[in-house]
């Protein structure tokens, strides 16, 4: 593949060039958000705070944040971050154990998971997948030439996956654990790491995980319901059911936006984890193609910026942010349409959620500018080794 | 060898990638398979869930008197009930409103606790509890506008008019017997609810088109209430255990009032005992005693075989029939059928039932509607009893003619009276004028039914003029003479069968049959009351109340008085003597 012949038709703007077919996926799937945030959470609004547009004004308020951090993040060189992975690594960790350790983490749901601040309840566990996959950028890429061997390739990875996995199974956070050691095998995949490491340390991870799994009664209730949701449509099965119940009523072409039912308190969480169902109620599958869809083309032009870069530092970081990306929304949505077991994990972009909303779109902008650095021709290629 | 690790890295991507395009793929397939394959099944699940069935029910018909006032109404009324499932603390929202709805907190937790989808947690309360529970803001608990039937004037036609259960059932009188018509119908409509179970499909529908329709009747309240009043004095007055009257229109068989008394109040019904319910002039039948006499002598004139002259020998007070004796309170020698009825002598009725037979006798008891249902508009009318003539005794023929051995309701009687009023026809009384529909249209108008000629006219107007004489001078009616009306009226003092089927000692019905004015009847009136203690003698007893009753209907009425002037002039000048 050649570089130049493959160059994104990108457009120039004010000496950057920004790829447009990403840029307008992610604003497309914000505004997406923005409409169905409300339709999915007026009557919970005015039910808690006496107007319908509680939720809505917050999500448009953090889309335009959002919006900034992209353009910042795009003009920021990515290199930067290799200066500032374990920074970062630190600062992510210190925050997950402000959750744990101090005042200003907040309860709710049965999981400790926010950090108070004030006009923000800020998620850590965001932040530390980002610092995640900017240190196994970093370190994959420093450590190239000895990438094979176990104890430089491998082991200081799933020390660093160790931590993480430590801090946020005491929140407890197990939809994150997935997320974050699977976005370690890949990019450790991805990265050069053998095989034989990565399968050989799965294969007594299972029985490990089996055992996490069996340990917390509302942990087995909640696979045993995904097994059969409708035995269970009092409690565990309960969010499944409706939210299979939100596709089914939206058919081909869906209620209508603002139509649907299920958001009327028989679906929890329509707003944030299960915002899908309610696409699929009022957009019906149509609707859900076409999110579908836009989530493709941006998986797509990440996997494109990836492979497209010289520098391996930017290919880990591109190909980190967008399976991470991936990764969040192929679980959330097999969550909605019941091929997985209930997570407390969000549809980025979609769902309502400060934190996430800043974070992703921030990576976005991250995305793009390492795109932007190949186009421009900038990049050192990674032929030390 | 070593490869090239940017080409490494751009190979395992696209090995990345294509698990991913695997997934969104899969996931796009699932969602088809859920949206277009399991679509209808899911749909309907979810439509079972939040689609409710909700019955919308229209208002029960109001009972109307003859001008238009209202004696039952329905009017709304809010009942409160709960969805326990909805209820997250069935201790804490027990404790909140227990003092509110007047109900044990302990009570109220058990029925919030219960896993059932509906519980009633109190039915009609007023609207500063419901206010007060509103304001609670419990979530789960459910406002139901209900209609609560109300009975306006309380006491007043209560055995008349029945009452209906707190469902809007009929379940006595007026109120059952119209339950069809009055009924609200009803319809089931599908609402859709959220799972908090509040409605959000639009204001709720007119329901009009569903209510009941409106009875009214022909009772007219204030002479209920004149009715009433003079009843109840008659009963207090001689301590009687109960008593009762009809009033009815003689050309048309309406009943203008019927009491009762002791009263029932169906706003309360629950408080009262079963016997107080009944609509006894309509459903109790009782030996008429001397009131009989009317007709025994209607039948002798009008089938031509005794005159109104014709005499009888009276046996001075004492007549042997076989074992039985026959006594007069008043030894009487010979007597014209006229005087047998005005001094109400039973050997003489019986001499006059021996002359006409026990056939023509029956024929005619039984062409004036006794042993047989009038066909009123109440339920749990009885026939009374009229056996039939064949089977009578030698004794029984000359009973039966004064009143004894046979049995028969108010209505009976009173429907009797108003054929010899109103010249010999026997009209069916009724309760009932008209049924009105929701939108004021009468649907159906009742209309005077004859039921058959029973006497004519002329007979008609000779027992008229014979009973005149009852309220005369002399007469035992005396007591029931009106200021400024003629009177016709027939007294009666039946002695009461005992539960050992013999007649009791002490234990008599007193009742005065009559009509007025006698030259145009518009009232007939029977007042019964039921073991008086003062005094036993129907005259005495139940004439002055049909006396209050005609004279202050009459004038209520705007009859004019026929020789009202000279009587008054008579009275005034007696009290300048005096």
């Known amino acids: 593949m050649n570089a130049v012949a493959d160059a994104p038709r990108a457009t120039r703007i004010s000496g950057l060039t920004y790829d447009t077919k990403l840029l307008f996926c992610v604003l497309f799937l914000v505004g997406v958000g923005i409409v169905m945030v409300f339709s999915s959470s007026s009557a919970l609004a005015l039910k808690h705070y006496d107007t319908s547009y509680y939720f809505l004004k917050r999500q448009t308020l953090f889309s335009l944040l959002g919006i900034c951090a992209l353009v910042i993040c795009s003009h920021l060189p990515y290199r930067l971050y290799r200066l500032l992975a374990y920074p970062i690594l630190l600062g992510a960790i210190g925050a997950l154990l402000m959750v744990q350790f101090s005042s200003l983490g907040v309860t709710a749901g049965g999981a400790r998971r926010w950090l108070d601040l004030g006009f923000l309840r800020f998620q850590p566990s965001e932040l530390a997948r980002m610092a995640l996959v900017i240190y196994l950028a970093y370190s994959l890429s420093k450590k190239q030439a000895n990438i094979r061997r176990l104890s430089v390739g491998f082991l200081p990875h799933v020390v660093v996956l160790g931590i993480f996995t430590a801090l946020l199974l005491a929140q407890p956070d197990f939809g994150s654990v997935v997320i974050f050691t699977t976005i370690t095998w890949i990019l450790m995949f991805v990265g050069g790491v053998p095989l034989r490491w990565l399968l050989g340390f799965l294969l007594p991870l299972l029985p490990l995980g089996y055992y996490y799994m069996m340990s917390a009664p509302y942990r087995v209730r909640r696979l045993l319901s995904f097994l059969d949701p409708w035995q269970y449509p009092a409690d565990a099965g309960y969010q499944t059911i409706h939210s299979l119940m939100a596709f089914g009523s939206g058919g081909v072409v869906g209620t209508g936006i603002g139509k649907g039912v299920q958001k009327l308190f028989y679906l929890p969480e329509s707003h944030t984890d299960f915002i899908f169902s309610v696409i699929g109620e009022e957009l019906g599958l149509v609707g859900v193609w076409i999110i579908i869809a836009l989530y493709t083309v941006l998986f797509w032009r990440g996997v494109r910026i990836a492979r497209g870069c010289d520098d391996l530092f930017g290919a880990l970081l591109a190909m980190g942010i967008t399976t991470a990306i991936g990764l969040q929304v192929v679980i959330n949505m097999g969550v909605t349409l019941g091929l997985l077991p209930t997570k407390g994990l969000t549809l980025p972009f979609l769902s309502y959620g400060g934190t996430s909303l800043l974070l992703n779109m921030g990576a976005i902008g991250i995305l793009m500018n390492i795109g932007m650095a190949r186009h421009r021709g900038g990049g050192d290629r990674v032929h030390r080794g | ?578």
């Open chain 2, 1 to 578: 060898m070593k490869t090239d690790p940017s080409r490494k890295v751009r190979l395992r991507s696209a090995v990345v990638s294509l698990l991913f395009v695997a997934l969104f793929g899969t996931i796009a397939v699932r969602a088809a398979q859920l949206q277009v394959v399991k679509g209808s099944w899911l749909s309907s699940r979810a439509e079972r869930q939040y689609q409710r069935v909700l019955t919308v029910t229209g208002k029960r018909g109001t009972i109307v008197d003859t001008n238009g006032d209202p004696l039952a109404v329905s009017v709304q009324a809010t009942s409160i009930a709960a969805d326990p499932r909805l209820i997250k603390d069935p201790y804490g929202a027990a404790k909140r409103m227990a003092p509110r709805l007047n109900i044990s907190r302990k009570v109220l937790q058990k029925k919030l606790a219960s896993k059932r989808h509906f519980v009633w947690l109190k039915r009609e309360v007023t609207p500063d509890v419901v206010e007060a529970i509103r304001g609670l803001d419990i979530a789960g608990l459910h406002f139901m506008a209900e209609t609560s039937r109300v009975y306006p004037a309380k006491t007043q036609a209560g055995q008349l008019l029945g009452f209906a259960s707190i469902d809007g059932r009929g379940l006595e009188g007026v109120e059952f017997f119209y339950e069809k018509q009055l009924q609200a119908s009803s319809h089931k409509i599908q609402v859709a609810k959220d799972a908090l179970g509040r409605g959000f499909d639009g204001p709720p529908r007119e329901t009009t088109a569903l209510n009941g329709k409106d009875v009214q009747l022909t009772i007219d309240r204030n002479i209920q209430f004149i009715t009433e009043k003079a009843l109840e004095e008659a009963v207090t007055t001689h301590e009687a255990r109960n008593g009762l009257a009809v009033v009815m229109a003689p050309d048309s068989g309406a009943v203008l009032a019927l009491a009762h008394y002791p009263y029932f109040n169906p706003n309360a019904f629950g408080d009262f005992q079963r016997d107080d319910w009944r609509n006894r002039a309509v459903t109790d039948p009782f030996e008429p005693g001397s009131t009989m006499k009317i007709f025994s002598a209607a039948a002798a004139i009008d089938s031509g075989l005794v005159r109104a002259d014709s005499i009888f020998y009276c046996e001075n007070g004492a007549y042997r029939i076989g074992r039985n004796t026959v006594h007069d309170t008043k030894e009487h020698g010979w007597l014209s059928l006229q005087q047998i009825v005005k001094y109400s002598s039973n050997i003489g009725s019986v001499k006059v039932a021996e002359t006409i037979g026990a056939k023509t006798l029956h024929r005619y008891l039984t062409a004036f509607g006794f042993g047989s249902r009038t066909g009123i508009d109440c339920p749990g009318e009885t026939p009374g009893r009229l056996s039939g003539y064949k089977s009578w005794s030698a004794i029984d023929n000359g009973a039966i003619s004064f009143g004894q051995g046979v049995s028969v309701s108010a209505l009976q009687l009173t429907a009797a009276a108003a054929a010899i009023a109103n010249g010999g026809r026997l009209m069916q009384p009724y309760l009932v004028k008209a049924i009105i529909d929701a939108s004021g249209k009468v649907v159906q108008q009742r209309s005077p039914k004859t039921v058959r000629r029973v006497v004519s006219p002329q007979t008609a107007r000779t027992i008229q003029k014979i009973l005149h004489t009852v309220t005369t001078s002399g007469g035992t009616g005396e007591a029931a003479a009106l200021e400024g009306y003629t009177v016709c009226g027939k007294t009666g003092t039946a002695q009461k069968i005992g539960p050992d089927g013999r007649y009791a000692p002490g234990k008599y019905v007193s009742s005065f049959l009559g009509f007025a004015p006698a030259e145009a009847p518009a009232l007939a009136i029977l007042v019964v009351v039921d073991e008086p203690r003062k005094s036993h003698y129907g005259g005495q007893v139940a004439g002055p109340a049909f006396r209050t009753i005609a004279q202050e209907t009459l004038h209520y009425l705007n009859v004019m008085p026929a020789h009202g002037m000279e009587r008054l002039r008579v009275a005034i000048d007696e009290e300048v003597k005096g």
